[in-house]
């Protein structure tokens, strides 16, 4: 899963959003809709609060469909596979692992969004093919009861996390099927180098990580920290998932609780950034490169972090108290250029597989 859809698996209530799903768009539809409706491709964690999509509609003049279409992988390869005859006009929802595969393809046309400068310089790209639109930290959490009950400091570095003392407590999810076991896959890379990423996850492996196929499975069936782990009676006190995570378990508890019941690790964070591009040939170019000024517009910005659990990418755009208070963003997370992993990713992938699974 992308950082995001903890909202529907965490979350047995919802907040006011909107996410306007469809299969795909007729000629009718098209013809019906003419060029005051605006369609929006992404993967199915797309959310938004409803007053903020009716507020740019008004002011707009463009009505907003919203077309899912799976996980971030999905979404992309069908993107680019109809490319030609686009699904809609733009696509939200391409991060940085999967971004070049996307440039390379061509799926997205040049255009430069109002408010570009005021995005953190950390988040922004050459070009102007994408725009970065939200950032969230892959990192490891943990159940703060488990540790203090054994009377154990929990790990704070992937160096930690090979120790014996921490052998059986971790579960990641498979590198090859899941967005955060690639982030946690790819920040292990970042960390020891393309000669000893290898060797840290033979250690691992040895050290009983446990390996599944997703983050809902991983969190919810798996990790005893989470709401949905104890219901579970989860026995791993460890879990691959996001920094945003903490924040989440408070927000949704019933009733709330004083503290987070779950930490994150600081030293096993990678970071994720979002982006959104104009589609080529792209119906309605007026109306996309209208929605993709939208998406840095402070209102939406703000409007994220409790609808999606990510972090905004403009400078002034503020976040809930829970996100500083239960969720910090990672202060020195790893980091890879979107090129380099362009270029290592599948065998990096295999090699994984085979190191691990077999």
Known sequence: ??????????????????TLSACGSSSDDSES??????????????????????????????????LEDGDAGQAVNKAILTKDNPQGDVFFGVDN?????????????????????????GYRVDGDKVTPI?????????????????????????????KPAYKNLLVTENASTSSPGLGFLLGSAAKYGDDSWQGYWKKLK?????????????????????????????????????????????????????????????????????YAGLLSNAANAKGGK?????????????????????????????????FTQYGPQAKDPETMDPAKIADNRDDWVKSWTSLVLK
């Open 1 to 18: 899963m992308n950082n995001k859809k903890f909202l529907a698996a965490v979350v047995g209530l919802g907040l006011s959003l909107v």
């Open 33 to 66: 809709s003419g060029s005051k409706t605006v369609t929006l491709v992404s993967h199915d964690s797309w959310a938004v609060s409803k007053n903020v999509l009716a507020d740019f509609e008004k002011k707009s003049g463009y009505k907003v469909k919203v």
């Open 97 to 121: 692992t999967l971004l070049s595969r996307a440039l390379d393809n061509g799926l997205f046309q040049s255009y430069e969004a109002k408010g570009a400068d005021r995005i953190k310089a």
């Open 134 to 162: 939200d950032t969230g930290d892959i990192c490891v959490n943990y159940d703060k009861s488990w540790f203090t009950e054994h009377k154990l400091q929990p790990p704070t570095s992937y160096d930690d996390l090979i």
């Open 206 to 274: 040895a050290n009983g990580v446990k390996v599944v196929d997703g983050w809902e499975q991983a969190y919810n069936e798996e990790f005893s920290g989470s709401a949905g782990g104890k219901k579970a009676k989860a026995d791993r006190p460890l879990v691959v998932s996001y920094a945003s995570s903490p924040p989440a378990e408070v927000i949704y508890a019933d009733p709330k609780p004083t503290t987070a019941p779950t930490g994150v690790a600081q030293g096993t964070c990678f970071r994720q950034i979002e």
């Open 290 to 322: 209208a929605f993709l000024d939208f998406l840095l517009t402070k209102e939406f910005q703000q409007d994220m972090p409790l609808n999606m659990f990510v972090y905004p990418v403009v400078n002034g755009a503020q976040v809930p108290a829970e």
